[in-house]
């Protein structure tokens, strides 16, 4: 499903960051796991394309995203991914139907037949791409919303129209930042459900970015776990093997002392 | 063209002019200052910031030191003067010149607004729209610019009510020819000098009055400040 070898410093304010990291999956569902600052975010972005590595290569599926030595970089409106943002970044301009609209217009756009003259005005959207954003408005049951702007929705309303959104141009993959982390607790367990139900429906692989033990359960088929920009374990078929969420402080513990790291990574400090 | 007031008789030009004049440089400003803001929002580099100073510039210098670099590039033996003769465009002495002089003026206005605004927009949400397929075009135009919109807005209407008052920058470049290129505020100028104060009071109470109308209706369009 993925295959991601990138390298890559980063300078910010508190000095330099530098991210070294190599992640294969063929997992339908891949989740990262890690504490903030350890680069998990900057991989989505690079998946993305909204930063570009120093070097390296990023393959998702059949289509090679960057590739440093063959001079590949494909832009990110064409790379189709359905990255949904931590705070879920909905147009505040705009009702849930025309976010939902404008999704499905650019996909036209850049994937459907429209070239010709008029090529450069917006794609125009018909009876039967109406019928697909109703569609997928009741598949994320947010029918009700669709004349709403998002100021007026709660956040798990925000969560469901944000996925409905990136659904629309379907994706190659579907990232997902901290999906369930602005959430409280009893809506964390049915949003957990229902971007399980979904992901199945639609067929469409996952990158999963978290920092809670219980979204390891729920959705690893394969995890990475990270550190200081870089990977300290890759598990493949990790589903079930363990209960990570009662576990998980056991299973840290010893992936750090397995892998023999004399430096323990800072990250892991707070553990 | 003529009204009275208080039994004065007065000529409707200066304050014909002057709105076109406000109206034009505003417009001319909104989209270069727009375009020069898109350019330069949250860019950090050397070269970023002395073009951003460059953009600001006009808003610290006196009008008249803006006048005389606009004679330098437009006058008739100025940089540019052969090639606008060949265009057969005339800015010295004409209102078009009162035109560019109140643009450069009122520019720094909207750039300073614009970029504050755009930058103000959550780079999250035009991040999403590349995701999402949209072109950096469809980006500004769709996501940016109307997010942009109430501050980039009250930044024109801003430079419109100074546009009204612009005195020195025009003067140098346009003159003071009654009828021809004579603003409010040069027209002010004129009769004050003249020693027809009741004119000059007039005309002061005049514009005073517009420019409060401007700044009123702008605050009402844009929901106020509060």
Known sequence: MIDLTVQTTLKGKQGSFSLDIHLQSSADRLVLFGPSGSGKTLTLQMIAGLIHPRRGRIVVGDTVFFDSEKGIDMPTRLRRVGYVFQDYALFPHMTVWQNLAFALRRHKENHAAHTGFFSFLPARLEEKDGESIRRMLELLEITHLADRRPSQISGGQKQRVALARVLLIAPRVLLLDEPFAALDPLLRIRMRKEVSRILSDCGVPLIMITHDPEDVDAFADDLAVYANGGILAMEEDFRGRTLFAQDSLSYLTDILNRGGHADRPHGFDDV | ?226
């Open chain 2, 1 to 226: 063209m003529e009204f009275s007031l208080f039994g004065y008789q007065f000529s409707l030009f200066p304050i014909i002019l002057s709105l076109k004049v406000a109206g034009l440089s505003t417009l001319a400003s909104l989209i270069l200052g727009t375009f020069a803001a898109r350019l330069l929002a949250r860019r950090r580099s050397v070269c970023a910031a002395v073009i951003d100073s460059l953009c600001t510039l006009p808003m610290v210098l006196p009008p008249t030191v803006l006048g005389y670099y606009l004679i330098l590039l437009l006058g008739r033996n100025g940089v540019f003067g052969p090639a606008l003769r060949e265009l057969g465009l005339q800015f010295m002495f004409s209102w078009q010149g009162a035109v560019v002089a109140a643009t450069v003026v009122v520019f720094p206005l909207i750039y300073k607004s614009a970029k504050t605004a755009l930058e103000q927009v959550d780079a999250n949400v035009e991040k999403a729209a590349r995701t999402l397929g949209a072109s950096e075009l469809t980006v500004f135009f769709s996501i940016s610019l109307p997010l942009a919109a109430r501050g980039i807005l009250s930044g024109a209407m801003l430079a419109f009510a100074r546009g009204m008052g612009e005195f020195g920058a025009t003067l140098m470049l346009a003159g003071n020819i009654p009828g021809k290129t004579q603003t409010l505020a040069l027209a002010i100028y004129d009769a004050f000098q003249a020693g027809n104060d009741a004119l000059a009071a007039c005309l002061v109470i005049l514009t005073s009055g517009i420019c409060a109308v401007i700044l009123i209706t702008a605050d009402y369009l844009l929901g106020g400040s509060r």
